[in-house]
């Protein structure tokens, strides 16, 4: 947020981000964002506050973070080689406006060897990411393909938030300041 010209502040929203029974990931991104809106906007009424969530999707699978390096290299080795969707919730709050959106990016990944998920796995940076990778850093190397928001596979679609800020009256002009 801070390349694209906005100030703010990171408040961490603790939230049970498990899976609901029938749920789809769509659903469950726009609804985990908009948990965690809420549970910040109660405590600083009259903020513009953000939500968001990212899972990956590969053949139906919602890929949260991973709990552990088996965990993570078992997500590494189902994304080797093949497509698949990064789905990020976005809720804005401010006083009584709320919007959301979910943005969807498909990304590409070339055929992995074990060496390479297990040189990834040693360098530590699956930890805390969906899908058990970060594109903008080691796994860059992985990625054949992208179709869609780079931002949103980073973690925040930043065009989305950009589109939800004009909509609730935030931001009006291209150089406007948040």
């Given at each position: 947020?801070?390349a ?10 603790d939230?049970d ?15 985990l ?5 809420a ?12 939500g968001?969530?990212t899972?990956?999707?590969?053949d139906?699978?919602?890929?949260g ?5 088996r965990?993570a ?6 994304l080797?080689g093949r ?14 406006r ?16 074990d ?9 530590g940076?699956?930890?805390g990411k ?7 850093g ?25 589109r939800?800020?004009r909509?609730?009256g935030?931001?009006t002009?291209?150089?406007?300041e948040?």
């Amino acid at each position: 947020m801070a390349a694209a010209g906005y100030d703010f502040v990171v408040v961490p929203a603790d939230v049970d981000e498990r899976l609901i029974d029938g749920e789809t990931p769509t659903t469950l991104v726009r609804r985990l964002a908009g948990k965690k809106a809420a549970r910040i906007a109660h405590d600083h009424p009259g903020a513009v506050v953000l939500g968001a969530d990212t899972v990956v999707v590969c053949d139906g699978v919602v890929l949260g973070k991973p709990a552990d390096d088996r965990e993570a290299a078992v997500m590494i080795r189902l994304l080797s080689g093949r497509w698949h969707d990064v789905l990020t919730g976005v809720a804005l709050w401010h006083a009584e406006r709320r919007c959301d959106d979910v943005a969807s990016t498909r990304v590409a990944f070339r055929p992995l060897s074990d060496s390479d998920v297990t040189w990834y796995v040693a360098s530590g940076e699956p930890s805390g990411k969906a899908g058990a990778y970060a594109i903008q850093g080691r796994a860059s190397r992985f990625v054949t393909r992208i179709e869609g928001s780079y931002s949103n596979v980073v973690g925040l679609p930043m065009e989305v938030v950009d589109r939800l800020l004009r909509s609730i009256g935030i931001l009006t002009g291209a150089g406007a300041e948040v």
